[in-house]
């Protein structure tokens, strides 16, 4: 379960764990991007931080649709769009609750992988974000019945295996694809901001 007050003490430690990684991120993107990655979503998420005394007051959806157009409109790049779309999809679901359970989570998480596939034309197996966002999805859907904290848990974990093996994947979107087979052996840069990001949900409830 979690109010707009919680989520609003998540996104803040989202901005604290992107900014603590920035310099990671943006190693990450070197060699099979533009070096980037760290820089577009510390700007982002510091935008998203400057917006939510204002929010304080609102229902989850309006909070997570602020978030999703702020996204859009300050990290630019790939991310930012897919970003912006993953957090307005699970607005969507949100919207109009001052709460959401784990059930509503996976509807979100849902939401949010099939606005990414949309948006971005992508599916698993490409070397992005989906690889992590998929996996984590997957593994919390399984566990059904079991606790919150074993379903955050095993979405955690799975999403974390997912960044490893996006070191065996060919990048078949966005910059990396330019790299063709020399995109092999790389840790993708998004699906690693994902998890961090993931991370801090499970975290909270683990
Ligand atoms: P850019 O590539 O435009 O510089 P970023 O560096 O901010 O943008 O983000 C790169 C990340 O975006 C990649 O590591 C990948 O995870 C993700 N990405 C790029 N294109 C797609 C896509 N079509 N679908 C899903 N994710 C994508
Ligand atoms: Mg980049």
């Not at 990684?21 to 931080?49: C, W, Y």
């Not at 978030?67 to 969507?92: I, Q």
């Not at 979107?173 to 998004?190: F, I, N, T, V």
């Amino acid at each position: 379960m979690a109010n707009t007050a919680d989520l609003i003490a998540m996104l803040k430690e989202m901005n604290d764990i992107i900014q603590e990684n920035k310099d990671f991120l943006t190693e990450l993107d070197m060699p099979i991007g533009d070096s980037d990655h760290g820089i577009n979503l510390a700007r982002g998420f510091q935008a998203v931080v400057e917006k939510l005394p204002g929010l304080a007051d609102k229902d989850v959806g309006t909070l997570l649709k602020t978030v999703g157009m702020t996204l859009v409109s300050t990290v630019g790049g790939a991310s930012g769009p897919l970003y912006g779309t993953a957090f307005m999809k699970a607005a969507v679901v949100a919207n109009g609750k001052d709460q959401v359970t784990l059930e509503d989570f996976l509807s979100m998480l849902s939401a949010a992988v099939e606005g990414v596939k949309l948006r971005g034309k992508s599916t698993t197996g490409e070397q992005t974000m989906l690889d992590a966002m998929v996996p984590a999805l997957e593994a919390m859907q399984a566990k059904a019945g079991a606790s919150s904290s074993e379903v955050w848990a095993a979405g955690l974990a799975a999403a974390q295996e997912g960044v490893e093996k996006t070191k065996d994947m060919i990048a078949t979107k966005g910059r990396a694809s330019y790299l063709g087979e020399r995109s092999l052996g790389h840790q993708d840069p998004g699906a690693t901001s994902f998890t961090l990001l993931f991370s801090v949900l499970a975290k909270h409830y683990t």
